[in-house]
């Protein structure tokens, strides 16, 4: 009892700064037989930045794109604001998404437009905000990812990787979204353009109030950026009734994690990886991947 | 192994039970396939009808799309075209020849091509032009997470990729095939006239006389659906495109042979349907001129 009272006076509107304005309640993600997420509760408070951390296949990106609506969750739910995204009908869910700016891995720029067009996008689906002008939008937020104007005739294969995701920045901000969800921001970038995405991660939330979500395997970029980490595992991995969060903290408690598996990944050591690996070579493949769910038979055993 | 039935595998009972068994969830398997994809496609299909109607198309996504199947396709259609009424010539002149009624081959060949030969290999022709064009499209957009873009700033990709497809293929392939036709009238006339010699004035005869106003309506029609099986099948098989560039290979080749099967399928069907149609309304079989 105890317990749900302290919940409910930290959800509560009054609480002001501590009130989460994002909250998964028991999400779990399941494609067929293969279980992706299970069970994951997570509160976001409002002007957090959060770094997600995670081998890949642990089921980072899923868990961001169930946030926003692009996965729906098998069981479980996403609250935004108050509002369970999944009761949302079509139009308020088209609302609801000004206030989500989601930055993609790749950018994921459209193609048959031009960087002009590509950042203007979501000034044309909801409209450009009172007394502001598109094209004056359009320049701020290019000055504000550090681009020349000249790229805006461009179409996004005439840019490099790093300029591609600073336009995709650029749109995902340009309506201001309460929201920003970043898919892997530094993967594939050299070291200084992968800090001055970092730069730019942190500039925005200096600039307004903005609750950030990085789905990142760069520690160093997590640890700068984030106020607080939290690590996924993937659940073909966890040992029976663990859960997937294995850790959830300020970037400082990491050093001081006592879990083996956390402080493997955040040194980046291959530790029983390797073994299990040299193993697997040894014995076939059906060593390698552990069970998918314990309810079910996984099928490996069919091989 | 841990699922088959017949762990004994020594008695040749068993090995046949064994056969049987796996003869039938391999074909089970293809049987629950096929129906879930022509659920979804039929799914998909009503979603897109829809938000046909539920938003206006914008400007912006019909003008390139329009371009694409309808310019862009134009000399392509009028090559084939061409060429077909000119091979249907070639082929059917000398039997003709031979029996003296050569002057009837305007009537052979622009009913054949009006009927059946323009429209179905124009759909044939577009399925693999515009629809593996547009399967790789947004098969690329899919695997390159362009359609998350699009949904997670509130556009509905339905409506903002699919609708617009669909109105360019709907619109312009019937009248794509109306060019079809033209051209191969035009290539059948200059190779019976030109070429072989056939008298002007008979041919043009024949061709008036045999072919109807409903033979060409018939032609038109059918490629209204072909047009929309090509729109549909193809985005269908974009928007469900597995991972990386064999994905989008796959979804391509989906896209063109699925719409061909499909293609054939509705010829069938509606030829049947407008047979009847035709006998309905004119139940001698007279014609309209």
Redesign the interface.
């Known amino acids: 009892m105890q317990e749900s009272i302290l919940d409910q006076i930290t959800t509560t509107p009054m609480s002001s700064g501590k009130r989460p304005i994002l909250e998964t309640r028991s999400m779990s993600l399941q494609f067929g037989r293969q279980v992706i997420l299970k069970d994951i509760s997570v509160k976001v408070n409002k002007g957090e930045t959060i770094a997600i951390i995670g081998e890949s296949g642990c089921g980072k990106t899923m868990f961001l ?1 169930a946030l ?3 996965l729906s969750p098998t069981s479980g739910s996403v609250v935004f604001d108050g509002q369970d995204i999944q009761k949302l009908d ?1 139009q308020d869910m ?2 609801l ?2 206030r ?1 700016g ?1 930055v ?3 950018a ?5 437009m031009t960087i002009s067009q590509n950042i203007a ?2 000034l044309r ?2 409209g450009v905000p009172k007394g502001k002008s598109a094209q004056n939008l359009i320049s701020e937020r290019l000055a504000e990812v550090g681009l020349p104007s000249n790229v805006l005739p461009k179409r996004p294969s005439q840019l490099s990787g790093g300029m591609r995701k600073r336009v995709g920045l650029a ?1 995902a901000l340009i309506l201001e979204p309460d929201l920003l969800l970043y898919d892997e921001p530094t993967t594939g970038l050299d070291p200084i353009m992968s800090d001055v995405i970092n730069e730019l991660m942190m500039r925005t939330r200096k600039r307004y109030p903005v609750t950030s979500i990085i789905v990142t395997h760069d520690m160093h970029s997590a640890r700068k950026v984030a106020d607080r980490i939290i690590m996924l595992y993937p659940y073909s991995r966890l040992e029976h009734g663990e859960s997937q969060i294995l850790f959830d903290g300020p970037p400082s408690a990491l050093d001081s994690t006592r879990d083996r598996r956390v402080s493997q990944f955040v040194k980046g050591e291959a530790g029983e990886r390797l073994m299990e690996m040299l193993a697997s070579r040894n014995n076939g493949p059906a060593n390698t991947i552990s069970r998918v769910d314990p309810n079910h ?1 996984d099928g490996m ?2 091989e | ?3 088959d039935p017949f762990p004994n595998m020594d008695s040749p009972q068993s090995r046949l039970l064994s056969s049987l068994h796996r003869f039938a969830s391999v074909w089970g398997t293809v049987v629950i396939d096929g129906v879930s994809t022509v659920g979804d496609i039929s799914i998909f299909g009503w979603q897109m009808i829809l938000w046909m109607f539920r938003a206006k198309p914008k400007r912006e996504t019909l003008m ?1 799309n329009f371009y694409a199947v309808g310019v862009l396709s134009l000399p392509v259609v009028a090559l084939t075209g061409t060429f077909i009424g000119m091979v249907l010539a070639i082929q059917s002149y000398h039997q003709f020849k031979n029996i003296g009624l050569e002057t009837f081959l305007g009537a052979v060949i622009n009913m054949s091509l009006v009927r059946e030969l323009g429209p179905v290999l124009a759909a044939t022709m577009l399925a693999g032009r515009v629809g593996s064009a547009m399967a790789a499209v947004l098969g ?2 899919r695997v ?3 359609i ?9 990709p339905i409506h903002y990729l699919v609708v617009p497809r669909f109105l360019a293929c709907v619109l312009l392939i019937p009248a794509l095939t109306v060019m079809a036709d033209f051209m191969g009238i035009v290539g059948g006339y200059f190779y019976s006239v030109i070429v072989f010699g056939i008298d002007h004035a008979q041919y043009l005869r024949n061709s008036r006389e045999f072919v109807g106003s409903f033979d060409l309506f018939t032609g038109v029609f059918k490629s209204v659906f072909f047009g929309a099986t090509i729109a549909v099948v193809s985005c269908y098989r974009g928007f469900h495109c597995q991972a990386g560039a064999e994905g989008v290979g796959r979804a391509a080749t989906a896209a063109f042979v699925q719409s061909f099967v499909m293609i054939l399928l509705l010829d069938i069907v509606l030829n049947i349907f407008l047979d009847a149609v035709y006998f309905a309304i004119w139940p001698s079989g007279a014609k309209l001129f």
């Open positions: 794109k926003v609506g692009l079509d088209t609302n998404r000004k989500f989601f993609f891995q790749n994921a720029l459209f193609d048959s996008f979501p689906q909801h749109r038979d055993d069919e | 192994m841990a699922t390139p690329t957009m390159t997470e362009q998350d873009a699009l949904i997670s700033m509130g556009a509905n």
